[in-house]
């Protein structure tokens, strides 16, 4: 009897639960970790004086250690086993995390972010892909929803928790409330998770990690920074180019003719999982922007507090948890329907953000927030499966791995474009409102309507410019969010390419 048909056919005991709640409990960890960050983005400008696409590198160069490190799973799985590289993980990112807190400089927070998802990289894909080499396939959906749920609780309670611990603290209180779930998971990996897949590993491939790491980083520096520097005017910029052309061309070439490559390139024969690929690509650029962007639009361009902004940004996380009642059945019956669906969802959230005003309300930003949530919920147990659906059971963490490389690293992608679209058109607005402005403009004939801006001295011209850039950076956010909404869109027919894991002989 094949691995796959035993899996299919064990029961599912004990060890079957106790593996899941670890995985979620980890989960649940990181996932924290990502939301409370953001929800401080604007009080750590202020603190490390930075601007807006330099404090941005505290998420995206996060989300890019994760990325280079994620692949990584499936070799530490196999060469360190389940228990020692949950082990490793949690223990770097607890460290990591508490580093973060005591960081006194734009520099080294960005270094313990780097070091926080480097360490922590591995929780999401070592846990989804113990969760489909335990469970057999009938229980996927099912065990995938479970394993989500731990996924939803983190990003509502992280906004929360992190609002108001640095309403009443500071932000770096917000890393050190990591610390002590940190030491809690580790007690609950010790007592549930075994040593399975130790021993296994080939001999690491050296060369092809090397050559995809740099490519990544040389990606996302240029993306980061080409706003600042003009794109290819500076020679930075193109020497960043270049260099990620070069080094992701070795590692192709390299990954093909290799005997033991870093990356099995074979997975990519399958297509489902390829599909999959594509699509966890795209649900990145869905995953972090909205939580990226709001909290400095509510706090900067309307003045709410961070307590209140991380309740409202946890309606993201209320939206998951609402599609839980309906995914599983959803998923079973049409998985790639539940799957468009969910991106149609998205669609339309993204949409109705890019067309709100500078006079939005607490309701508008729920409510949106809430069914892109849900769209995303919705819209990833299906994608699992159907990325799974097809793959050998030996090749689940690794594939795992590859999967969550792909989301992480769209995602940081994605953030990068939405921040310069972000710049460039307030910029570019604010210029342009700006020649509207002069003494002879009727709006300057009525002091009622014009209120403190005026060009009767520095006062009025200073709360002049304010307005101005207040309102020519909400127009970059809604440009932002629209961008979203293409992006949501775009992603909708890769959903009906899969072959249903009911047709497997058409693949």
């Known amino acids: ?161 992190g609002g108001v611990v640095a309403e009443e603290f500071n932000w770096r209180w917000v890393f050190f409330m990591i610390v002590p779930l940190g030491i809690a998971c580790l007690g609950v990996a010790a007592i549930s998770v075994g040593d399975q897949e130790k021993g296994t590993a080939k001999k690491f491939d050296f060369t092809g990690f090397i050559a995809l790491a740099i490519a990544i980083g040389a990606i996302q520096l240029m993306l980061d920074r080409g706003q600042r520097l003009d794109w290819f005017e500076s020679s930075e910029i193109i020497i960043e180019a270049c260099l990620a052309v070069i080094c992701f061309y070795i590692f192709v070439v390299h990954s093909l003719t290799s005997q033991n490559p870093f990356l099995n390139l074979k997975l990519f024969l399958d297509r489902n999982f390829t599909l999959g690929c594509i699509t966890a690509f795209a649900m990145g650029w869905l995953s972090y922007t909205p939580i990226v962007l709001f909290p400095p639009l509510l706090q900067e361009l309307r003045g709410y507090p961070d307590s209140l902004v991380g309740y409202l940004i946890a309606a993201r996380g209320f939206g998951n948890w609402l599609s839980f009642f309906i995914v599983v059945q959803f998923t079973r019956k049409a998985p790639r329907l539940a799957l468009a669906v969910g991106l149609a969802c998205q669609a339309v959230a993204g949409w109705e953000m890019g067309h709100l005003s500078i006079n939005l309300t607490e309701f508008d930003v729920f409510w949106t927030n809430c069914l892109q949530g849900f769209g995303f919920g919705l819209a990833y147990t299906p994608m699992a499966v159907l990325a799974f659906s097809t793959l050998t059971p030996k090749y689940m963490v690794e594939g795992s791995g590859v999967f969550n490389l792909l989301r992480h690293f ?76 293409i992006a949501s869109a775009v992603a909708i027919p890769f959903s009906f390419l899969f072959v249903s894991p009911n047709n497997p002989s058409k693949r």
């Open 410 to 485: 769209g995602s940081s992608v994605f953030i990068s474009i939405s921040i310069s679209i972000l710049i460039q058109s307030s910029a570019l607005n604010y210029s342009d409102m700006t020649n509207g402005m002069n003494p002879f403009n009727e709006l300057f004939r009525f002091p009622a309507l014009a209120g403190g801006w005026n060009f009767d001295g520095i006062t009025g011209l200073f709360n002049l410019s304010g307005e101005i850039m207040r309102q020519a950076q909400m127009i970059g956010y809604l440009k932002a969010f629209q961008l979203f909404a």
């Open 1 to 161: 009897m094949s691995s796959s048909s035993r899996a299919e056919t064990e029961e599912v005991g004990l060890r079957h639960w106790l593996i899941l709640a670890t995985v979620q409990i980890t989960t649940l960890t990181f996932g924290m970790t990502i939301t409370s960050a953001n929800v401080v983005l604007p009080q750590l400008k202020g603190a490390m004086a930075a601007t807006s696409d330099q404090i941005a590198w505290v998420v995206t160069f996060n989300l890019v250690a994760t990325a280079i490190a994620t692949p990584l799973t499936g070799w530490l799985a196999q060469t360190l086993g389940w228990r020692n590289l949950l082990f490793v993980s949690l223990g770097g990112f607890t460290i990591f995390s508490a580093l973060c807190g005591l960081s006194d400089s734009l520099e080294s927070l960005v270094l313990c972010r780097v070091g926080q998802g480097a360490f922590g990289a591995p929780l999401m894909p070592l846990g989804q892909g113990m969760i489909l080499a335990t469970f057999p396939r009938r229980l996927h959906p099912m065990a995938l929803m479970m394993w989500g749920i731990g996924g939803v609780i983190g990003p509502v309670l992280g906004p929360i928790l």
